[in-house]
């Protein structure tokens, strides 16, 4: 007779399975992005801009900036969320939003998530609705047993209606209780922009920009059944806040925007091709944006040595920008011009104020390419500097593990090869190399400590 329910508990766990897998996704944050194969993409200069749109919104919001990693998707929609103690942004989103300020309103709704604990909260209430999902099934199955028991039909099917009902139940308790988060960060966010002198009609716009797509493809939307509030119901909600803001007028620097603008065409360039590109220069005929956009196409699909003489250009009107060295280093490397890149891309680390972790790895390789005994010395020094800063920049490893190899210094090569394959999720190669690395490694040195932390380490969840 407990049969019956036993398996009608296990068919609960399931329906409730995959609400429950798709939040644990979104609060578990200690796990790389790689290993989630997250689409990430790496920009020195992007990252910068955004980190500082960021910093104080996360001031205001009382984070520490350095405890918040902020990463970038490969993903064309116009999104963000958060995962532990990370910022995930899609580039579709920067692509898409013409002001820093729209950023910047996107930054601070995920910092009221962060600061609000919404993420621990998210799974106190999926135990609680997990728990109401079972209770409603037994309550169900007691029926159905009752049924049967009686031979009354309609008992029985009143106990499937209350088993199924549970779980639409939990799934909607689940629902409200997310919009209902989603309402407090936003409300956060107009704090935090308060707080930083800043407008919040950047909010009002994205959420516009969400309900004129929403209206355009006429889906019919049960708001019951979504995990965040409707647009028009989000902007109702801020309008009377944003528009009492001593702020609602303020605009972004000049400077700042400039910055957002050749942002936006550096991932156009790379991500839409080049009529995607162009398209933005147009807005802009003859701005430094457009010039930075027209050497970045030249770069990728055109002449070398005109992408050079763009770049050239760039650089005398913009002799501390870090970035435009980059771009010559880029350009001078495709060019096969290895030591003239190097000291580009010299120029460029000296210059960059964010401290990169991914410029002194292109530095290194274009010192490996260089291919002397003393520049691969130097490259092995300066992509260790950048791995300092950028732990879990995976190629990086495979240019330390290559130029430890070039030089002979095989267990180097082998730890540096376990550790690309530790920060990519691939545990068992990493472990296979690190213990490669140790057995050629001295007892209680740094590098033979951090080979026994990958041996020894066990992927939450999951024994060694």
């Known amino acids: ?44 200069e992007i990252e910068a801009l955004v980190r500082d749109y960021a910093r104080p919104i996360f001031k205001a919001a009382g984070l520490s900036n350095d405890a918040i990693d902020i990463v970038l998707v490969n993903d064309q929609s116009f999104n963000a969320f958060v995962a532990g103690r990370r910022l995930f942004i899609n580039t579709g989103a920067l692509m898409e939003a013409e002001t820093p300020n729209e950023i910047i309103g996107v930054i601070a709704h995920e910092a009221g998530h962060i600061a609000g604990g919404h993420q621990q909260k998210l799974r106190e209430q999926l135990e609680r609705a997990k728990t109401m ?9 007691g029926a159905i047993v009752a049924g049967a028991t009686t031979n009354s ?3 029985a099917g009143a106990g499937m209606g209350v088993a199924a009902g549970g779980g639409e139940m939990a799934q909607r308790s689940i629902l409200a209780y997310q919009r209902t988060e989603e309402m407090t960060a936003d409300r956060s966010a107009i704090t935090y922009l308060n707080a930083t002198g800043q407008s919040g009609m950047g909010m009002l716009k994205t959420f516009g920009r969400f309900q004129s797509a929403l209206s355009l493809s006429g889906a019919q939307v049960d708001p019951y059944r979504i995990s965040h509030p409707m647009p028009q119901e989000r902007i109702a909600n801020l309008e009377v806040l944003v528009k009492q803001s001593p702020y609602v007028d303020k605009v972004d620097p ?8 050749m ?20 807005k802009n005929p003859g701005s430094l944006a457009s010039q930075y956009g027209l050497a970045q196409t030249t770069y990728l699909y055109g002449n070398l040595a005109a992408a050079l003489s763009k770049t050239n250009a760039l650089i005398k009107a913009q002799p501390k920008n870090a970035y435009f060295q980059e771009l010559r280093g880029d350009i001078l490397m495709k060019a096969n011009k290895p030591k003239d890149a190097s000291e580009a891309y010299a120029k460029a680390v000296s210059l960059d104020p964010a401290r990169s972790g991914l410029l002194p790895v292109s530095y290194g ?11 691969l010395e130097k490259a092995v020094v300066q992509i260790n500097k950048g791995l300092a800063r950028d732990r879990e920049n995976v190629a990086g490893y495979r240019y330390l593990a290559q130029a430890n190899g070039e030089l002979g210094k095989i267990p180097a090569a082998d730890l540096a090869t376990a550790e690309g394959h530790f920060y990519s999720g691939d545990y068992r190669n990493a472990k296979i190399f690190a213990m490669r690395a140790q057995q050629k490694l001295k007892r209680g040195e740094p590098g033979w400590l951090r080979a026994q932390d990958i041996i020894n380490y066990a992927p939450p969840g999951k024994k060694k």
């Open 1 to 44: 007779m407990l049969s019956r329910p036993r398996s009608m508990i296990a068919r609960a766990a399931r329906v409730f399975a995959t609400l429950w897998l798709a939040a644990m996704v979104a609060v578990a944050g200690s796990v790389n992005a790689f290993a989630q194969n997250v689409p990430v993409v790496r920009d020195a």
């Open 133 to 141: 999902a079972i209770i409603a099934t037994l309550l169900g199955a």
């Open 153 to 155: 039909r309609g008992l």
């Open 254 to 261: 000049p400077a700042l925007q400039q910055r957002h603008d």
């Open 263 to 282: 942002m936006r065409i550096k991932i156009a360039a790379y991500m839409g091709g080049q009529a995607a590109a162009s398209r933005l220069m147009r």
């Open 365 to 375: 390789q274009a010192l490996m390419a260089i291919g002397t005994p003393d520049s």
